[in-house]
């Protein structure tokens, strides 16, 4: 393939974008359509037809019908694919509607209100023609037109995908629609793409001999037809680096000769919606207008866009060379969200009524408003001092009280500000936002860009053009300007946003959700006592998130699809956030907005997508999205006292009928970035840090994410993340070396440890206890529950029902399923006793063999964990909170007996602590969640650990199965981490017995549990700034005994030494030291205790080199 003057700008990474400050030429093509233009033969033939079929219809005097159709077919401009496309009835149709809309402009007086809307689609759905009054450079308000591409969008474009994709055309007519009207017809094509099959798929090498996919062999067949050797070869090479890459490819070329620009995005099918109609917004509101626009499918899941852009005559727009920059450099923050209410003024999605602004602000401001707007629903709906004045008075340990508590607080939450009030007050000050923009801005846009021969965005001109204010001027602006105090609650939330983002990738060129570190210290401390060392918060257009995290590393960054802001945790209010995190990350998508929490430097957690059932359940989880971020990342940190990451928490919230997956790849994408620092012009450039230290989050499975561990840590290694072998855990063990909790049972041996405790407490033989548990054997707690235990179980409960038989369930049922990995549905019925039943969730009218009939499946199950009675309760599944203050006194019969003796939590935050506190007063042995099922975490912890021990070659061979099978040194490394497990669970038990025996019950196990993970905690972290790790003998023989030996016999604790982070290894060292002392002389162990102890650290030193 020979190399032209647009393939050699192409190939050139540095040239792929049109970087700010690259300095380099643009590109240049021909002054040619890029497309053959069509030829129909039978044009003269046609229209001899329609004049006659025009003038049957008698609707036209006789003397104008060859006028008319002669207007249409010549002077217009129509392409003759129109004319191919459409049948003679059609195309006398429209003639007759446009001469119709001729005498309806002329009774009014005013030919610029002629308006023609054709619309027509073929019965079969596979083509679609648009005509539409058009004026060039401007986006239409009313009638069919003013929709005319969002409904292309929504139902063509957006719904594309390989095995169904729709291209389009679309052009301007060159001529008006009447001799006294200036108007011209727009017209679309949409047709159904006709791919060659796929073993048709193949491959061609370019100059540097690297094979990437033929365009010719996964194109539509009409575009082969008519796109020219140049234009394939530009989308050649936008497809091989749309490839190659995650976020949106952005090319610019000069047309010789004209003034015209032509601009071609390419991106992943379904990789944003709506992004078609909102670019016309984005060149209409720089003074452009479109002559022609493509949108070409491929079969291998990519979209290209071509627009030829035009600057409109007479207009006081700034010239070309300006505004077409503009438009590339915010083509990419409208890929994030291209529905922006606050750029567009109307929204499909049904927050129209916040904003009616178009054109009052630009993208970047619009953007900003946005990424303000979400802030303020999650922490404008703060308590304040009435709560807290309220909580000093009740007792919240009292059932009542907490109860009553509980209720004022979600009433607040729910009434204080709603997402449409947040968005009219927006709305309601252009100004003001403006104005806080400019203070944003001032700190976060890059100086790279004020040295660019180019001009700026209109946004970054106005921080020169409008006097900055301070923030002391600014919040003074607001309180003059603003006189509703709710309302000027809203945007002091901006200014809150603004000094407590520390990074963030706004303004990257290329990104796929934006996204913020934030300082966690805004949180109010009544309803967030423990603050995170970190937040990340999170937002696409069609999800939200959150990490948090509660201890910190080293990390970098590269590629952009949602914006991302690193927030200091600051704002974070005392009186409900106690505990500040931190570190938070704040990230923005299209399709979601999401969260990350720690509470401390070196921290590792899961990432939870939470799914929404319906428009009123997106809104619960939209108002409590934070809370339960930070109580996750909260109950980590107790859970993982004793390994050396501390707690952090993901949280990622799709908009309905959101794509997860997807929401969760824009998340991952957006933190890295600021994780890694940018080195490409155009694509990943410097940002701002105010941060200044690098940081290194580690990501683990939750709900909704296990299947997506893989991805993650291939997508930091393509980033060129040189910790992507640790960076996630709950990798696939075959592909990546991870260690599955399933698999090996690792959470699960740790809820044993804490069941076997009980029965050896109690004197008690398993197989005569009876059980109920929630979580199936379709999961992976609750199948391994089932397979490790040999109890009399009478109740499971998983997401597809109910399965109960007071006789106890047949165990080899159980097991089957368990192995199989299937729900209760799938239960054997004929294995039940006469009192045994299944209800599922689908039925309805169910009757009980007792004779009791359950109206609704679903309701059912909800609350079945409250009726039934047996010696031990397991949770092993079900959502936070499923017991609470306000049910659990269900679970207590009139005689005040509880329905269990002994609960060991094994699902995270299943009870409240109100609850627990509740069940214990009533003599219910139970050990939480945060003490019971810490085998994943410390699993997850090892598994990181090899990650970041073995070199890249030495993981490729020791952790990744060679043909399906685990090496020796793999399966001798997981029996290492069983046994670590183990150990930790059975010494915690242990210590808190013998502190329950101590205080003579006096005290609650979960009180004990919360102390002894403080204690804990507290003194890791004292240990960390400590000069015991200074000792060489004494780090030596801990991280000798810390390190699985496995690891150490392959590697070498010399090698280890010099391959683990100084930060990680102070981590590893003061979690063991920590927890072997607290776990042997209990939370009152004295200094003495300490100093003996620490005389036995340095044991084995000598041994291990």
Same mark, same amino acid.
Request: hydrophobic share 35%.
């Given at each position: 393939?020979?190399?032209?003057?647009?393939?050699?700008?192409?190939?050139?990474?540095?040239?792929?974008?049109?970087?700010?400050?690259?300095? =380099? +030429?643009? $590109?240049? *093509?021909?002054?040619?359509? !890029?497309?053959?233009?069509?030829?129909?033969? /039978?044009? @003269?033939? &046609?229209?001899?037809?329609?004049?006659?079929?025009?003038?049957?219809?008698?609707?036209?005097?006789?003397?104008?019908?060859?006028?008319?159709?002669?207007?249409?077919?010549?002077?217009?401009?129509?392409?003759?694919?129109?004319?191919?496309?459409?049948?003679?009835?059609?195309?006398?149709?429209?003639?007759?509607?446009?001469?119709?809309?001729?005498?309806?402009?002329?009774?009014?007086?005013?030919?610029?209100?002629?308006?023609?809307?054709?619309?027509?689609?073929?019965?079969?759905?596979?083509?679609?023609?648009?005509?539409? =009054? +058009?004026? $060039?450079? *401007?986006?239409?308000?009313? !009638?069919?037109?003013?929709?005319?591409?969002? /409904?292309? @969008?929504? &139902?063509?474009?957006?719904?594309?995908?390989?095995?169904?994709?729709?291209?389009?055309?679309?052009?301007?007519?060159?001529?008006?629609?009447?001799?006294?009207?200036?108007?011209?017809?727009?017209?679309?094509?949409?047709?159904?793409?006709?791919?060659?099959?796929?073993?048709?798929?193949?491959?061609?090498?370019?100059?540097?001999?690297?094979?990437?996919?033929?365009?010719?062999?996964?194109?539509?067949?009409?575009?082969?037809?008519?796109?020219?050797?140049?234009?394939?070869?530009?989308?050649?090479?936008?497809?091989?680096?749309?490839?190659?890459?995650?976020?949106?490819?952005?090319?610019?070329?000069?047309?010789?000769?004209?003034?015209?620009?032509?601009?071609?995005?390419?991106?992943?099918?379904?990789?944003?919606?709506?992004?078609?109609?909102?670019?016309?917004?984005?060149?209409?509101?720089?003074?452009?207008?479109?002559?022609?626009?493509?949108?070409?499918?491929?079969?291998?899941?990519?979209?290209?866009?071509?627009?030829?852009?035009?600057?409109?005559?007479?207009?006081?727009?700034?010239?070309?060379?300006?505004?077409?920059?503009?438009?590339?450099?915010?083509?990419?923050?409208?890929?994030?969200?291209?529905?922006?209410?606050?750029?567009?003024?109307?929204?499909?999605?049904?927050?129209?009524?916040?904003?009616?602004?178009?054109?009052?602000?630009?993208?970047?401001?619009?953007?900003?408003?946005?990424?303000?707007?979400?802030?303020?629903?999650?922490?404008?709906?703060?308590?304040?001092?009435?709560?807290?004045?309220?909580?000093?008075?009740?007792?919240?340990?009292?059932?009542?009280?907490?109860?009553?508590?509980?209720?004022?607080?979600?009433?607040?939450?729910?009434?204080?500000?709603?997402?449409?009030?947040?968005?009219?007050?927006?709305?309601?000050?252009?100004?003001?936002?403006?104005?806080?923009?400019?203070?944003?801005?001032?700190?976060?846009?890059?100086?790279?860009?004020?040295?660019?021969?180019?001009?700026?965005?209109?946004?970054?001109?106005?921080?020169?053009?409008?006097?900055?204010?301070?923030?002391?001027?600014?919040?003074?602006?607001?309180?003059?300007?603003?006189?509703?105090?709710?309302?000027?609650?809203?945007?002091?939330?901006?200014?809150?946003?603004?000094?407590?983002?520390?990074?963030?990738?706004?303004?990257?060129?290329?990104?796929?959700?934006?996204?913020?570190?934030?300082?966690?210290?805004?949180?109010?401390?009544?309803?967030?006592?423990?603050?995170?060392?970190?937040?990340?918060?999170?937002?696409?257009?069609?999800?939200?998130?959150?990490?948090?995290?509660?201890?910190?590393?080293?990390?970098?960054?590269?590629?952009?699809?949602?914006?991302?802001?690193?927030?200091?945790?600051?704002?974070?209010?005392?009186?409900?956030?106690?505990?500040?995190?931190?570190?938070?990350?704040?990230?923005?998508?299209?399709?979601?907005?999401?969260?990350?929490?720690?509470?401390?430097?070196?921290?590792?957690?899961?990432?939870?997508?939470?799914?929404?059932?319906?428009?009123?359940?997106?809104?619960?989880?939209?108002?409590?999205?934070?809370?339960?971020?930070?109580?996750?990342?909260?109950?980590?940190?107790?859970?993982?006292?004793?390994?050396?990451?501390?707690?952090?928490?993901?949280?990622?919230?799709?908009?309905?009928?959101?794509?997860?997956?997807?929401?969760?790849?824009?998340?991952?994408?957006?933190?890295?970035?600021?994780?890694?620092?940018?080195?490409?012009?155009?694509?990943?450039?410097?940002?701002?840090?105010?941060?200044?230290?690098?940081?290194?989050?580690?990501?683990?499975?939750?709900?909704?994410?296990?299947?997506?561990?893989?991805?993650?840590?291939?997508?930091?290694?393509?980033?060129?993340?040189?910790?992507?072998?640790?960076?996630?855990?709950?990798?696939?063990?075959?592909?990546?070396?991870?260690?599955?909790?399933?698999?090996?049972?690792?959470?699960?041996?740790?809820?044993?440890?804490?069941?076997?405790?009980?029965?050896?407490?109690?004197?008690?033989?398993?197989?005569?206890?009876?059980?109920?548990?929630?979580?199936?054997?379709?999961?992976?707690?609750?199948?391994?529950?089932?397979?490790?235990?040999?109890?009399?179980?009478?109740?499971?409960?998983?997401?597809?029902?109910?399965?109960?038989?007071?006789?106890?369930?047949?165990?080899?049922?159980?097991?089957?399923?368990?192995?199989?990995?299937?729900?209760?549905?799938?239960?054997?019925?004929?294995?039940?006793?006469?009192?045994?039943?299944?209800?599922?969730?689908?039925?309805?009218?169910?009757?009980?063999?007792?004779?009791?009939?359950?109206?609704?499946?679903?309701?059912?199950?909800?609350?079945?964990?409250?009726?039934?009675?047996?010696?031990?309760?397991?949770?092993?599944?079900?959502?936070?909170?499923?017991?609470?203050?306000?049910?659990?006194?269900?679970?207590?019969?009139?005689?005040?007996?509880?329905?269990?003796?002994?609960?060991?939590?094994?699902?995270?935050?299943?009870?409240?602590?109100?609850?627990?506190?509740?069940?214990?007063?009533?003599?219910?042995?139970?050990?939480?969640?945060?003490?019971?099922?810490?085998?994943?975490?410390?699993?997850?912890?090892?598994?990181?650990?090899?990650?970041?021990?073995?070199?890249?070659?030495?993981?490729?061979?020791?952790?990744?199965?060679?043909?399906?099978?685990?090496?020796?040194?793999?399966?001798?490394?997981?029996?290492?981490?069983?046994?670590?497990?183990?150990?930790?669970?059975?010494?915690?038990?242990?210590?808190?017995?013998?502190?329950?025996?101590?205080?003579?019950?006096?005290?609650?196990?979960?009180?004990?549990?919360?102390?002894?993970?403080?204690?804990?905690?507290?003194?890791?972290?004292?240990?960390?700034?400590?000069?015991?790790?200074?000792?060489?003998?004494?780090?030596?023989?801990?991280?000798?005994?810390?390190?699985?030996?496995?690891?150490?016999?392959?590697?070498?604790?010399?090698?280890?030494?010099?391959?683990?982070?100084?930060?990680?290894?102070?981590?590893?060292?003061?979690?063991?030291?920590?927890?072997?002392?607290?776990?042997?002389?209990?939370?009152?162990?004295?200094?003495?205790?300490?100093?003996?102890?620490?005389?036995?650290?340095?044991?084995?030193?000598?041994?291990?080199?």
């Amino acid at each position: 393939m020979s190399t032209t003057p647009a393939r050699a700008a192409l190939a050139n990474p540095s040239n792929t974008h049109l970087g700010v400050s690259s300095g =380099t +030429s643009t $590109p240049t *093509v021909k002054n040619l359509p !890029g497309y053959t233009t069509p030829v129909f033969t /039978r044009k @003269d033939e &046609q229209r001899k037809e329609v004049e006659a079929s025009v003038a049957s219809k008698g609707f036209m005097p006789p003397e104008l019908v060859k006028l008319e159709v002669g207007w249409f077919y010549d002077s217009l401009g129509i392409d003759d694919t129109y004319f191919a496309n459409e049948s003679v009835t059609i195309i006398t149709d429209n003639i007759l509607a446009l001469f119709g809309a001729k005498i309806m402009a002329f009774t009014q007086h005013d030919a610029n209100k002629l308006v023609i809307d054709l619309e027509q689609t073929t019965p079969d759905g596979d083509r679609a023609t648009f005509i539409h =009054t +058009s004026a $060039p450079g *401007v986006t239409s308000k009313e !009638g069919p037109g003013a929709t005319c591409e969002s /409904r292309i @969008d929504a &139902q063509y474009l957006d719904e594309s995908s390989p095995e169904t994709a729709y291209r389009l055309e679309t052009y301007r007519s060159g001529g008006s629609i009447s001799a006294t009207a200036s108007q011209q017809l727009r017209c679309y094509f949409v047709q159904k793409c006709q791919f060659p099959p796929a073993e048709a798929k193949k491959t061609v090498k370019d100059e540097d001999g690297v094979e990437h996919t033929d365009i010719r062999t996964v194109s539509d067949k009409s575009f082969l037809e008519k796109a020219t050797d140049n234009t394939l070869e530009i989308y050649q090479q936008v497809m091989w680096n749309v490839e190659e890459r995650y976020g949106p490819v952005i090319e610019m070329f000069e047309v010789e000769g004209t003034r015209e620009r032509r601009v071609v995005i390419g991106y992943r099918m379904g990789g944003t919606k709506h992004f078609f109609s909102a670019l016309s917004d984005l060149y209409h509101f720089y003074g452009l207008y479109s002559a022609r626009k493509y949108v070409e499918q491929f079969a291998n899941g990519v979209t290209i866009i071509s627009l030829y852009l035009n600057p409109l005559p007479n207009s006081n727009a700034p010239p070309i060379e300006h505004s077409i920059h503009q438009v590339i450099k915010e083509a990419s923050l409208l890929y994030c969200l291209p529905d922006n209410p606050f750029f567009r003024g109307t929204t499909p999605s049904g927050v129209a009524a916040v904003s009616n602004i178009h054109g009052s602000h630009a993208v970047q401001e619009a953007t900003y408003a946005y990424a303000g707007w979400i802030f303020a629903q999650h922490f404008c709906n703060r308590l304040g001092p009435s709560y807290s004045a309220l909580r000093d008075v009740l007792d919240d340990s009292n059932a009542v009280h907490a109860e009553v508590l509980n209720n004022i607080k979600v009433r607040f939450r729910e009434e204080t500000f709603t997402r449409e009030s947040i968005g009219e007050v927006i709305a309601a000050y252009p100004e003001l936002i403006r104005m806080l923009y400019v203070n944003f801005a001032m700190s976060h846009y890059p100086a790279q860009d004020e040295a660019s021969q180019l001009m700026p965005t209109l946004s970054y001109q106005r921080l020169h053009t409008e006097q900055p204010l301070s923030d002391e001027e600014l919040y003074d602006k607001l309180r003059r300007t603003v006189p509703n105090k709710q309302e000027l609650q809203v945007l002091e939330s901006f200014l809150i946003f603004n000094k407590n983002v520390l990074k963030t990738n706004f303004y990257q060129p290329t990104k796929v959700a934006l996204s913020f570190r934030l300082a966690p210290n805004f949180l109010p401390e009544v309803e967030y006592p423990k603050k995170p060392f970190g937040m990340f918060f999170v937002i696409g257009s069609e999800f939200r998130g959150f990490h948090i995290r509660f201890v910190c590393l080293a990390c970098y960054m590269f590629e952009l699809f949602t914006l991302s802001f690193r927030l200091a945790p600051n704002f974070l209010p005392e009186v409900e956030y106690p505990k500040k995190p931190f570190g938070m990350f704040f990230v923005i998508g299209s399709e979601f907005r999401g969260f990350h929490i720690r509470f401390r430097d070196v921290a590792r957690g899961g990432i939870r997508i939470v799914r929404s059932r319906n428009k009123e359940n997106y809104s619960i989880n939209q108002r409590m999205l934070f809370d339960e971020n930070y109580a996750l990342a909260a109950t980590q940190t107790l859970k993982n006292k004793d390994i050396p990451e501390s707690g952090a928490k993901g949280t990622i919230l799709p908009s309905l009928g959101a794509a997860p997956e997807i929401c969760f790849e824009k998340y991952v994408d957006a933190v890295i970035d600021l994780l890694i620092p940018g080195h490409t012009p155009g694509i990943k450039e410097p940002i701002v840090d105010l941060y200044g230290e690098p940081e290194l989050l580690f990501f683990g499975p939750d709900e909704g994410t296990a299947d997506l561990m893989d991805w993650a840590a291939n997508h930091a290694r393509s980033r060129g993340a040189p910790w992507w072998k640790s960076f996630t855990t709950g990798k696939s063990a075959k592909l990546l070396g991870g260690v599955p909790h399933d698999t090996y049972g690792m959470t699960s041996l740790s809820v044993r440890q804490y069941i076997l405790a009980v029965y050896k407490q109690m004197g008690l033989r398993e197989k005569d206890v009876t059980k109920v548990q929630t979580g199936g054997p379709d999961g992976d707690l609750g199948s391994n529950e089932i397979l490790l235990s040999s109890d009399k179980t009478v109740a499971v409960i998983d997401g597809s029902g109910v399965l109960a038989d007071p006789a106890g369930l047949d165990r080899t049922e159980l097991v089957r399923l368990a192995k199989a990995r299937k729900m209760i549905s799938h239960f054997d019925k004929s294995k039940l006793s006469k009192d045994g039943y299944v209800v599922l969730c689908e039925q309805h009218d169910v009757k009980l063999p007792s004779g009791e009939v359950i109206a609704d499946g679903t309701d059912f199950r909800n609350n079945a964990h409250l009726r039934f009675k047996a010696d031990i309760f397991v949770p092993c599944g079900g959502r936070p909170e499923a017991i609470n203050i306000s049910n659990v006194a269900r679970l207590v019969d009139h005689d005040g007996k509880p329905h269990f003796k002994y609960i060991v939590e094994g699902a995270n935050l299943f009870i409240t602590q109100q609850a627990r506190l509740y069940l214990e007063k009533r003599r219910v042995i139970l050990f939480k969640d945060s003490s019971a099922n810490k085998g994943g975490v410390t699993s997850s912890s090892l598994e990181v650990l090899a990650g970041l021990g073995l070199s890249d070659s030495e993981y490729i061979e020791h952790m990744i199965f060679k043909d399906g099978k685990p090496s020796s040194f793999y399966e001798s490394y997981v029996k290492d981490i069983q046994a670590i497990i183990s150990s930790n669970a059975s010494l915690e038990a242990g210590c808190i017995q013998r502190e329950f025996q101590r205080l003579n019950g006096s005290k609650p196990r979960t009180l004990i549990s919360d102390e002894l993970s403080s204690k804990l905690n507290d003194l890791q972290a004292e240990l960390e700034s400590s000069d015991l790790f200074d000792d060489t003998a004494s780090r030596r023989g801990v991280l000798g005994r810390a390190i699985p030996q496995t690891l150490v016999n392959q590697v070498g604790i010399d090698t280890l030494l010099e391959r683990l982070p100084e930060p990680y290894q102070r981590a590893l060292f003061s979690s063991w030291v920590a927890a072997h002392f607290i776990y042997k002389y209990g939370v009152n162990g004295t200094s003495v205790n300490f100093f003996n102890f620490a005389r036995t650290l340095a044991e084995g030193a000598e041994a291990k080199k």
